[in-house]
């Protein structure tokens, strides 16, 4: 039994299916503050990953960032309601409006469920009609709801969202599907499944297990990180605390000190002499497009380096070790590492020890 179509009225929400997309400026930065904005009209219970997907009615534009969300918000609060926050949240994030249907737009906010209920009523926003009028045949929201739950039915005709997506792609075989990704910084998005990507190790400390000292001194790192990427790293991983079994930590101003200005100076396109930039192949302003990632188990550090100029944060203790670490990384928007480890690097040794 399906939920009943209503003009309006003040129906159950258990769950509304927000769906996200991006396709101007820093397309996951854009989701990740409509996200944001979406926790303060209710809880977001759950969130799909990222999928990269070609314009389908515009296709003169670039490709969008997709996502999808299970909102729980007030039974008290309307469907029109809601339709008036994601418009208020689209304005509050820069889309104007002004734009051509299906064109460029910095975020779009969609309903595309809401429980078990039908809705079909004008609005002064425009017309809502929920499930979504074109959901089945749209691979990217019925993609990042499968990721929600496969088993989502939809009210009117039964099927499940799993059951949708599958149909939609036996009708678009000729269609690249959606590809998840992972967006690393604004001009690099990586295709996740597609190929190995290869992360070169700086580590800037005198006493790392491989290579502690080697590039301890500023110079030397930035010279280790452009021959790195001139050999085709995909990112720099910058570490300024050792890990090796039995290490003492250092405080958190030493790490500053070592990690930031290395940070800083890759950054600087005037950092690194124009003939072996020449001889490596490198271009003036490769330490502007570097992606760098910061191996650290401090948020601190971790919001100073991306702060510098990171992109990234790999933290070997999955936030363990620091219990803000991923409410920071969260709201600094950047890719966040979980390693694993089992004490800090004193102990870890002790302890890697397991059952199974």
Not at 261 to 268: C, K, Q, S
Request: overall charge negative; hydrophobic content about 40%; aromatic content about 4%.
């Amino acid at each position: 039994m399906f939920g009943p179509k209503v003009a309006e009225g003040r129906i159950r929400m258990p769950s509304a299916y927000i769906c996200l997309g991006s396709n101007l400026g820093h397309r996951a930065r854009h989701i990740g503050a409509a996200l944001r904005e979406l926790g303060k009209i209710g809880r977001v219970a759950a969130v799909s990953q990222l999928y990269q997907t070609a314009p389908q009615l515009v296709t003169e534009q670039p490709d969008f960032l997709n996502a999808a969300c299970e909102l729980h918000v007030a039974e008290s609060l309307r469907p029109t309601e809601l339709l008036h926050e994601l418009k208020r949240i689209e304005r509050s994030l820069g889309r104007d409006g002004t734009g051509r249907r299906y064109g460029p737009r910095v975020i779009d906010l969609d309903i595309a469920l809401l429980g078990d209920s039908s809705v079909d009523t004008p609005s002064s926003v425009g017309p809502l009609r929920i499930p979504h009028a074109a959901m089945a045949e749209r691979s990217f929201v019925l993609k990042p709801l499968c990721d929600l739950d496969p088993g989502i039915r939809h009210p009117e005709n039964g099927a499940t969202v799993s059951e949708l997506y599958s149909r939609l792609r036996a009708r678009e075989a000729d269609l690249a599907p959606p590809q998840r990704v992972l967006p690393v910084r604004e001009d690099a998005t990586w295709p996740l499944g597609a190929r190995t990507y290869v992360m070169g190790i700086l580590n800037v400390t005198p006493d790392s297990f491989s290579d502690g000292g080697v590039h301890y001194s500023q110079h030397a790192a930035v010279e280790a990180a452009a021959a790195m990427y001139a050999a085709g790293a995909d990112v720099l991983d910058i570490g300024a605390e050792s890990t090796r079994p039995g290490a003492a930590r250092v405080s958190e101003e030493e790490e500053l000190s070592r990690l930031v200005p290395v940070v800083r100076a890759i950054r600087d396109a005037t950092s690194w002499p124009g003939t072996k930039r020449g001889r490596l192949g490198l271009s003036a302003d490769w330490g502007r497009h570097v992606p760098i990632s910061v191996d650290t188990s401090r948020a601190a550090v971790a919001e100073a380096a991306v702060a510098a100029g990171a992109d990234m944060v790999n933290d070997i203790s999955a936030g363990a070790l620091d219990g803000t670490m991923l409410e920071t990384v969260a709201a600094l928007d950047v890719p966040l590492v979980l390693m694993h480890t089992r004490g800090d690097a004193a102990s870890m040794a002790a302890r890697a020890i397991y059952a199974d």
